[in-house]
């Protein structure tokens, strides 16, 4: 029975162990259906630069957004660009009342 849910390598033949992405003879990805996370550093940085009121925030986020096909990474980037915004906003604010008074 362990000998029919057994799958073998396309390249080579070996057999492979069960859950196998890579044959260990040949080298080759036999993975079906696993597909490849992007790394989400970039969204993250922008977010915290975003917090942090840095160019930093607003420069990685539209890096980010140019770059990310996962919606969980672009809305890190989103985030991060809405947090840099409303820095502004607030300097803006800040320097109005101060000129004001």
């Not at 990805?29 to 915290?48: H, M, P, Y």
């Not at 672009?74 to 000129?99: E, Q, S, T």
Request: charged share 20%.
């Amino acid at each position: 029975m362990e000998e029919e849910n057994r799958r073998y390598c396309s390249n080579c033949g070996t057999p492979l162990n069960r859950g196998a992405e890579v044959c260990l003879n040949c080298g080759k990805f036999v993975g079906g259906n696993a597909r490849k996370e992007e790394c989400s550093a970039l969204g993250i940085c922008a977010l915290v630069f975003g917090i942090l009121g840095g160019w930093l925030g607003l420069v990685l986020g539209i890096i980010g957004l140019a770059t990310y096909k996962e919606e969980r990474n672009r809305k890190n980037c989103k985030i991060g660009i809405g947090f840099f915004l409303g820095w502004i906003v607030l300097w803006i604010i800040i320097i109005a009342i101060v000129v004001a008074s």
